[in-house]
């Protein structure tokens, strides 16, 4: 039974930073993308960043420059440092995990086969 649980969330002051964690357990294997998606209220949940497992990275264009991703593969963990908020990057935060290549773009959010359960990020 795969989790995926994230951590890292809080409020904060604009032009503050966070830095958000997702753990995942019960899967040995190595995940081909781990992604962070958020979802602010009364809109559509966007990509925020992407890793794969050979390290290729996307960012989203509202966030770059001022996020960064990493993660460890070995222990299937993927880390969002999060710099310079911005009152509209008030959402909830999920880390999502696909196993496969083939999956499309990173940002295909259908295409991944894991969700955590979100973390709130509030930015004031």
């Known amino acids: 039974h795969v989790q995926l649980v994230e951590s890292g969330g809080g409020s904060v002051q604009a032009g503050g930073s966070l830095r958000l964690s997702c753990a995942a357990s019960g899967y040995t294997g190595t995940f081909h993308c781990m992604t962070w998606f958020r979802q602010a209220p009364g809109k559509e949940r966007e990509e925020v960043a992407g890793?794969?497992?050979?390290?290729?990275?996307y960012f989203s264009d509202s966030v770059k420059g001022r996020f960064t991703i990493s993660r460890v593969n070995a222990k299937n963990t993927v880390y969002l440092q999060m710099n310079s908020l911005k009152p509209e990057d008030t959402a909830t935060y999920y880390c999502?995990?696909?196993?496969?290549?083939?999956?499309?773009?990173?940002?295909?959010?259908?295409?991944?086969?894991?969700w955590g359960q979100g973390t709130q990020v509030t930015v004031s």
């Open positions: 999502a995990a696909r196993k496969w290549p083939g999956g499309g773009s990173w940002y295909v959010a259908d295409k991944y086969d894991y």
């Open positions: 890793m794969y497992s050979d390290r290729t990275i």
